[in-house]
């Protein structure tokens, strides 16, 4: 059963940092890609950010890129953000998502209950 279990999440000041993890349990972590998501309040599902199962290359969306580093330690199941210079607009519940392959970080259907980050003064 696969299981995914985002944390790390809080309440950042503009400008500050955050690292979520992702623990990721019931397949073989190291063989599919990753990504990040998030939702904003009142907002659509927004794409953050993805990996392949090897680490590299990664991608980001714009709104991000320059910010935030994805990361993956395949030893410890884990998937990381580290989010730097936050910002208000960051502020949303953030989820990890499985890929559909080694070389996809497009999400298969699998995701986590995510992690409520918030940037504010």
């Known amino acids: 059963q696969v299981q995914l279990v985002e944390s790390g999440g809080g309440l950042a000041q503009p400008g500050g940092s955050l690292r979520l993890s992702c623990a990721a349990s019931?397949?073989?972590?190291?063989?599919?890609?990753m990504s990040w998501a998030r939702q904003a309040p009142g907002k659509g599902l927004e794409w953050v950010s993805g990996?392949?199962?090897?680490?590299?290359?990664?991608y980001y969306a714009d709104s991000v890129k320059g910010r935030f580093t994805i990361s993956r330690d395949n030893a410890k199941n884990t998937l990381y953000l580290q989010m730097n210079s936050l910002k208000p607009e960051d502020t949303a519940l953030y989820f990890c998502?499985?890929?559909?392959?080694?070389?996809?970080?497009?999400?298969?259907?699998?995701w986590g209950q995510g992690t409520q980050v918030t940037v504010s003064s």
């Open positions: 998502a499985k890929g559909s392959g080694s070389l996809s970080w497009y999400p298969d259907g699998y």
């Open positions: 019931g397949f073989t972590f190291s063989s599919y890609g």
């Open positions: 990996i392949f199962s090897d680490g590299s290359p990664t």
